[in-house]
T-cell receptor, first 121, second 111 residues
């Protein structure tokens, strides 16, 4: 099956620094990638939809200037948490939808990455 | 607005028991429903994907059903094993790009 990787898997940083998380589709091309956040003992919440070559679409309540998303190629999307604070500590997971998958519109599968655990001290 | 709930929030069973996890969603207009497993501190493992036109999917000891009209899905796990201990998440795809996750059921299988 399709594989999505994330790097790093775990990061600890000081408050005020910026952290970049990479999401890669390893064996397929993805025009669209999604970024989710999961706080402890809570479910995943969609943060933004990342489209290759265009600006990301952010969900309500997600600060686009704080969570910078770049989808520069069909296999890579990055999420940068700028000026991170302890409340940004969370588990960040990306997913990717394969380009040109067969089947009816809307039935394409999203493949999820393994997640990145961010701890801001 | 689509809302996804899962019952129970936590479940503890002895090894070998069959069990059912429940997922409910408020809007029946979905593209598909997917069940995931998440181990502590880890990412998601996709277990079963049911398209909106399907009623159930099976993989090994797992069977997932979907009743769109009533907004319900169940995940049946047969002959549970300690290795099945994890959090199980259901997620519905409500539009071309939107996936809504439930809060999860934390399963503990006691040896």
């Amino acid at each position: 099956g399709a594989v999505v990787s994330q790097h790093p898997s775990r990061v600890i940083c000081k408050s005020g620094t910026s952290v970049k998380i990479e999401c890669r589709s390893l064996d397929f091309q993805a025009t669209t990638m999604f970024w989710y956040r999961q706080f402890p003992k809570q479910s995943l919440m969609l943060m933004a939809t990342s489209n290759e070559g265009s600006k990301a679409t952010y969900e309500q309540g997600v600060e686009k200037d704080k969570f910078l998303i770049n989808h520069a190629s069909l296999t890579l999307s990055t999420l940068t948490v700028t000026s991170a604070h302890p409340e940004d500590s969370s588990f960040y997971i990306c997913s990717a939808r394969e380009l040109g998958t067969s089947g009816a519109r809307g039935q394409e599968t999203q493949y999820f990455g393994p997640g990145t655990r961010l701890l801001v001290l | 607005k689509q809302e996804v709930t899962q019952i129970p929030a936590a479940l503890s069973v002895p090894e070998g028991e069959n069990l059912v996890l429940n997922c409910s969603f408020t809007d029946s207009a979905i593209y598909n429903l997917q069940w995931f497993r998440q181990d502590p501190g880890k990412g998601l493992t996709s277990l079963l994907l049911i398209q909106s036109s399907q009623r159930e999917q099976t993989s090994g000891r797992l069977n997932a059903s979907l009743d769109k009209s009533s907004g319900r899905s169940t995940l049946y796990i047969a002959a549970s094993q300690p290795g099945d201990s994890a959090t199980y998440l259901c997620a519905v795809k409500t539009s071309y790009d939107k996936v809504i996750f439930g809060p999860g059921t934390s399963l503990s299988v006691i040896p």
